[in-house]
Nanobody
Framework: QLQLVESGGGLVQPGGTLRLACAAS????????IGWFRQAPGKEREGISC????????TYTDSVKGRFTAAKDNAGNAAYLQMNNLQPEDTAVYSC???????????????WGPGTQVTVSA
């Protein structure tokens, strides 16, 4: 069974940092792209980053460019999202999911993790 589980969320002050992890089981992460998504209360799910199976060329949505960095550790079967300079508008449940390639919408992703809450507040 293909599973992804996120960890690393929490409460942080504005300007703070968090590093989310996405651990895979039941499949080899090096064969899949990993997307990061978030959903704030009352808002639609937003795709924020995608990284290729090789771990190269991550892409980002404009709102997180320059602040978030996606990485992939294929040997460790995990992916990471480093989030710097967090702001209250980054508050959301963050999830990772797998796909065969980047560039598609949420319907192209599978094995969604349960998500981890990130709250940015003073």
């Amino acid at each position: 069974q293909l599973q992804l589980v996120e960890s690393g969320g929490g409460l942080v002050q504005p300007g703070g940092t968090l590093r989310l992890a996405c651990a895979a089981s039941g499949f080899t992460m090096e064969n899949y792209a990993i997307g990061w998504f978030r959903q704030a209360p009352g808002k639609e799910r937003e795709g924020i980053s995608c990284i290729l199976p090789s771990g190269q060329r991550p892409t980002y949505t404009d709102s997180v460019k320059g602040r978030f960095t996606a990485a992939k550790d294929n040997a460790g079967n995990a992916a990471y999202l480093q989030m710097n300079n967090l702001q209250p508008e980054d508050t959301a449940v963050y999830s990772c999911a797998a796909a065969y390639a980047c560039g598609g919408g949420p319907s192209d992703f599978f094995s969604w993790g349960p998500g981890t809450q990130v709250t940015v507040s003073a």
